[in-house]
């Protein structure tokens, strides 16, 4: 087999190898690099200066990309924000408030307390999808 063709069958399984396996486009710039030097190893013949260029190339691609995808960062619930009650919260038990306009699973944070429908309350945690709450006026 000759190192172009080499070249070109690996460039191509990388490249469809991303459409199975996704991998944030890791396999596709190694894939694109592979298929450049592919053409470059119609010039150069010497196999070991192919694998440095492909190289070279597969990190230049890699670095290239990273800075065009958007960075993910998680969802975190703002401490101290407040909320209003759409049902009585008994002590101990949960009950429904209005958060940034959905409605969220709650619980007074003090087992003591209760608090009725439609009173503003504050948000001092979460845990999964309920939030922990207290009473404005017992906080100000």
């Known amino acids: 087999m000759s ?3 080499f070249w070109l069958v690996v460039g191509g399984v990388l490249c469809l190898m991303e459409l199975l396996l996704p991998t944030a486009f ?18 150069i013949p010497q196999f070991s200066i192919q694998v440095a260029i492909w190289m070279v190339l597969s990190v230049l691609a890699n670095w290239a990309l990273k800075r065009f995808v958007p960075k993910r960062t998680p969802y975190t619930l703002a401490d101290s ?3 209003r009650t759409l049902t009585a919260i008994a002590a101990g038990q949960t009950g429904r408030v209005l958060y940034e306009g959905n409605s969220w699973q709650a619980r007074c944070d003090d087992q003591e307390t209760t608090i009725g429908a439609d009173e503003p309350v504050i948000v001092v945690g979460r845990k999964g999808n309920t939030l ?4 404005e006026h017992s906080i100000r």
């Open 3 to 5: 190192l172009p063709l």
């Open 132 to 135: 922990f709450i207290m009473p």
């Open 26 to 43: 890791i396999e596709a710039t190694l894939g694109v690099s592979a298929l450049v030097v592919s053409v470059v190893a119609l010039v």
């Open 81 to 83: 924000t407040e909320a």
